[in-house]
């Protein structure tokens, strides 16, 4: 069972007890990211993540470390477009330590300029490391390109000039500004105390700040092409489409049509380019759904003297299904698969935990998995073919990486 419960000050907890297992995972949860940022601060939402673990006032970084090293648990953290998180997964027993060790780097972190002069560096070196990864920046390059102009398609990392840039008073004033308590969920999933609310309630209840008045913006889907030069031995191809907002009712449609078109190894796109062809080692599609956008996008990595080949291919599979749509075989396989995935990761107390966090933040609400499967049973054949004909005959945005730097003549620009 699901307890929901708002403190006094707005902070939400949302929990589930699992008492057969002998873990609890917990995350403290903050509707910010990139999404929030202006562009000469892109990338402090990252920043502020990494300077959270670098010393409180009571507690060094190597102590926060060595913590949870002591009760045989983990902590870490992640920054996406919309949410920043940190996490911890404990035994049951050290579930009061656990807490207040995530509390004190919430409320006590130091921001000690010299660590931040340190984390400086090796944020710098993390960006160096995604400009030499092709296969990680171009997903980058196609977020940033099909929502140009709006701040949730600016990368989450920043830039090394904006990392050099950002100052203690300025981490110090978006913290804040973005995590005052209406803006805060606390999720938890496992074997947790009789008392968990009275302990979260006894160290929470202090939070204090309003929320800011900033205008959400409405992104619109901008069908650009962007080409880098890089000497790569693989040309890295992305194609981006417009995607959903993760509330939309259609969500589940779209994700029973991706396992279809490129979601798993029995997939249109990987049967055709890898197992058919041999024309790529890595290709699949996936949708990233945000609050009110998304962006539905196709990978493939190939050389460079079969990147047309690959993008008709692509062209081809995805003109076939906004077209002739996918049959009904393959709805059910999808249906099958999609039940399969959400059952298999509910048995992760981690898993349990997030899927209550980002609902509670970015829906508002938690559906059972019977409601979930419910849902998806009622789907049909043309619901998913209408979506995949909307979705596939507007215009798309291309992400290109490779030696040349050259738009493939294959890529039939922008209009289906």
């Avoid at 710098?124 to 980058?140: A, F, G, N, S, W």
């Avoid at 049909?380 to 992400?399: G, H, M, R, W, Y």
Wanted: with cysteine.
């Amino acid at each position: 069972m699901i307890v929901r419960h708002t403190l006094a000050n707005g902070v939400r907890v949302v929990a589930e007890q699992i008492p057969h297992v002998r873990s609890i995972a917990m995350g403290i949860w903050i509707g910010t990211g990139s999404e929030k940022e202006i562009a000469s601060e892109n990338g402090i939402s990252h920043f502020l993540e990494h300077m959270m673990f670098k010393g409180t006032d009571k507690r060094t970084a190597r102590q926060l470390a060595e913590a949870f090293d002591e009760i045989g648990g983990h902590v870490n953290a992640f920054t996406s477009k919309e949410i920043t998180c940190y996490y911890s997964k404990v035994l049951d027993q050290h579930f009061a330590t656990s807490l207040e060790i995530l509390a004190d780097m919430f409320f006590h972190s130091r921001f000690d300029e010299l660590e931040l002069e340190k984390e400086k560096k090796v944020i710098i070196e993390e960006i160096r490391m995604v400009e030499d990864t092709p296969d990680d920046l171009i997903h980058d390059l196609i977020s940033e390109v099909s929502l140009q102009g709006f701040r949730i398609g600016a990368p989450v990392i920043g830039t090394v000039d904006n990392v050099n840039s950002i100052t203690r008073d300025q981490l110090v004033a978006y913290r804040n500004k973005e995590y005052h308590p209406r803006n805060v969920v606390i999720s938890l999933a496992g074997n947790l105390p009789g008392d968990f609310l009275k302990q979260i309630e006894d160290l929470f209840a202090v939070h204090q700040g309003v929320a800011s008045e900033v205008e959400p913006e409405s992104p619109v889907f901008t069908p650009t092409t962007v080409t880098k030069q890089k000497q790569t031995e693989q040309t890295h191809i992305c194609y981006g489409f417009p995607g959903l907002p993760i509330g939309d009712s259609r969500i589940h449609s779209l994700i029973l049509l991706n396992n279809v078109l490129g979601g798993n190894m029995s997939s249109r796109l990987f049967q055709e380019i890898r197992e058919e062809r041999g024309l790529a080692y890595s290709v699949f599609s996936y949708h990233s759904a945000h609050r009110q956008t998304g962006v539905f996008a196709i990978y493939a990595g190939t050389a460079p003297n079969q990147t047309e080949e690959v993008c008709e291919l692509i062209e081809e599979t995805v003109g076939e299904v906004a077209v002739n749509g996918i049959t009904e075989r393959e709805l059910k396989k999808a249906k099958e698969q999609l039940k399969g995935s959400m059952m298999l990761g509910l048995e992760s107390t981690n898993n349990r935990m997030s899927r209550l966090g980002r609902n509670e933040l970015l829906l508002g609400r938690h559906l059972s998995l019977d409601e979930v499967i419910e849902s998806v049973e009622k789907i049909s054949l043309s619901d998913v073919n209408q979506l995949a004909s909307e979705i596939f005959t507007s215009p798309k945005s291309l992400a290109l990486i490779s030696p040349e730097g050259k738009v493939p003549k294959a890529f039939r620009g922008n209009n289906g």
